[in-house]
């Protein structure tokens, strides 16, 4: 249970980190293409 | 090609080619050649994953579809961490629970034999025929560029796959993605580099995406919901998650890779890591690609990008007519050229209606520039209407070999090489252990052969499924848009195929009898779609899915629970 626990941690990291990504490719879109 | 480009190119993938079977050459059990004795650690799961997926083609196209389409394209690959997640969380503890060599071993535990066998078979017939376009696609670009010969080509890629292939098994297989995706990853860095390093000197990397954005190629995120419209957020989401879902999930090219890991540990590490990198990887390639744009914004350009193309039609009646369109680039090209440095003047130093009015202008001859590109192609079909117009895939390696330095062309074509060897090796690795264990070890071996016996089976299947791999490229030309064919071909099994997974991980009430007949009619409804309407292919994933999920369930609970 407490390893499973720890696991989801790692998939919330890798999710937030693709989702951090697509932020700033949002940003970059919006600075960049005219 | 320079003579030191023929030594890199010949002695990175001979190195890559006798290290693997050299390294992995004494495998004498099943579970040694078939899953590398399941020693990978996360990493070279992780590397060996990324390199099974990246094919030639991703090396290729990526860069000439940033060129021609922007960046929109990365959105493709944002279901895939999710779709990651989901297969730690519910494949992968299954597959390590069972103890499986292959992902349809599965099948017969969770339903019965004919279901795993009939899978294994669908897997078979619709993988066999893609190792043959891995080896053909980047064949067919190479020598038409090079003018290498194609069928040698072909020979040579598919006979060094086979050499390491047959010898390691699985084991050889990682080793050289290993070393393979090093070349790669070098290549593309080294490249990007010579990118930067090649801008004017006025001209800042900022500037640089700024010029790409004037043109649009700074598309990354669309937020549009518009279903015609190819790669948006919500089709990348949600389509790009199914797909992934499919393919690293039930493709045994896949799953044979996170099932040679040491522990579930390692296995799920080497997918997270996967989820973790493959969108900024994604990301940089087409960056590279967006650069290569750049560079001919400051350099002339090809009005179209395969040079053997435009010979035949410079030789043919319409060659007054194509001395036109070169005339008409000249004088695109130094216009967009005076208007790009007014406007990075402007820019910092004008006012921001100045700005705009130089974008605009910039913005129209880009258009310009595309009409003039499609007029020129207009021009190839009226010669022979036969000869491929879409120039997409030649951008990158024709910016290559013209105008990278001696020494890197052999490191990018080593890219591109290592790049189809790793995806077909795989392929062929996840052949012969399909044909092996689900099909030979449990429907045609005698009981208590050894394992000695089912590796040197597993080698000749290697051997076999490797040989049809080359002579389905070689004779490949034989067909006409070959590529979309075999897309088909994958398309009318790839749902039928998901569905009967999906059922056997989340649908515990459909059993075995309903699940295989359901696959049946389901791969029948899919072939009448395809025979008797217009219905894209694409589409053959989603119904062959849902219709073995329905099906299944309709027979489960109404025909066979009224029987009891």
């Known amino acids: 249970m407490k390893e499973e626990r720890g696991w989801n941690k790692v998939y919330a990291f890798v999710l937030l980190w693709n989702a951090l990504l697509i932020l700033v490719f949002y940003i970059i879109t919006k600075i960049f293409n005219h | ?564």
């Open chain 2, 1 to 564: 090609m320079s003579q030191i480009d023929w030594i890199i190119l010949c002695g990175v993938l001979g190195f890559i080619v006798l290290y693997g079977a050299w390294k992995t050459r004494k495998n004498e059990n099943l579970d040694g050649f078939l899953l590398g004795d399941r020693s990978a650690k996360w990493w070279l799961v992780g590397l060996s994953v990324m390199a099974t997926q990246a094919s030639a083609i991703t090396f290729l196209s990526t860069p000439g579809q940033a060129f021609s389409d922007g960046m929109r394209f990365v959105q493709f690959y944002f279901g895939l961490p999710l779709a990651m997640v989901v297969l730690c969380i519910t494949f992968i503890p299954i597959y390590y629970k069972l103890k499986v060599y292959t992902a349809y071993e599965f099948l017969e535990s969770r339903f019965d034999v004919r279901t795993r066998s009939l899978t294994s078979l669908l897997f078979l017939i619709q993988r066999g025929l893609a190792a043959g376009i891995t080896i053909y696609a980047p064949a067919i670009i190479l020598s038409s560029i090079l003018n290498w010969n194609l069928t040698i080509t072909n020979l040579v890629i598919g006979c060094l796959v086979i050499i390491y292939t047959v010898s390691g098994g699985t084991k050889a297989v990682s080793i050289t993605q290993k070393y393979q995706m090093m070349v790669i990853f070098g290549g593309m860095v080294f490249t990007f580099m010579y990118l930067i390093n090649s801008l004017p000197e006025n001209v800042s990397f900022t500037d640089a995406l700024h010029v790409s954005g004037l043109s649009g190629k700074m598309n990354v995120i669309d937020l549009s919901f518009d279903l015609n419209n190819r790669y948006t957020l919500w089709s990348g989401i949600i389509g790009g998650f199914f797909l992934a879902l499919s393919y690293f999930g039930t493709d045994q090219s896949q799953v044979q890779r996170y099932l040679s890991a040491r522990s579930i540990r390692e296995s799920r590490m080497g997918l997270l890591f996967n989820a973790a990198l493959k969108v900024p990887m994604q990301f940089f390639i087409l960056l590279v690609g967006v650069m290569v744009f750049v560079f001919y914004q400051f350099n002339p350009a090809p009005v179209f990008f395969n040079d053997n193309t435009l010979n035949i039609v410079e030789e043919s009646r319409l060659s007054p007519e194509m001395e036109l369109k070169y005339q008409e680039y000249d004088e695109l090209f130094r216009e967009r050229n005076a208007q790009i440095s007014e406007y990075l003047l402007v820019r910092e130093e004008g006012s921001t209606q100045e700005v705009k009015e130089k974008a605009l202008r910039i913005a129209t001859l880009s258009r310009q520039e595309d009409r003039l590109r499609e007029d020129v192609r207009g021009l190839i079909t009226q010669v022979d209407p036969d000869i491929e117009t879409n120039d997409r895939d030649y951008v990158f390696l024709h910016f290559i070999l013209t105008q990278l330095p001696t020494g890197l062309i052999g490191l990018l074509l080593a890219v591109i090489l290592s790049a189809a060897m790793s995806s077909t090796a795989a392929e062929l690795n996840a052949l012969a252990s399909t044909t092996t264990v689900d099909l030979y070890k449990r429907l045609f071996a005698r009981e208590g052969s050894s394992d000695r016996h089912y590796v040197f089976m597993s080698r000749m299947f290697t051997l076999s499924w490797g040989v049809i791999a080359i002579l389905f490229a070689v004779f490949g030309n034989l067909y006409e848009n070959l590529i979309q064919y075999v897309n088909i071909v994958g398309s009318l099994f790839y749902g039928t195929i998901l569905g009967i997974f999906l059922v056997a991980f989340y649908v515990k009430k459909i059993g075995g009898k309903a699940v295989f007949l359901a696959a049946i009619i389901s791969e029948c409804i899919v072939f009448a779609i395809f025979a008797f309407t217009e219905v894209g292919y694409l589409w053959f994933n989603l119904i062959g899915c849902i219709n073995v999920i329905l099906l299944g369930y309709i027979i489960e609970k109404i025909i066979l629970s009224n029987r009891k």
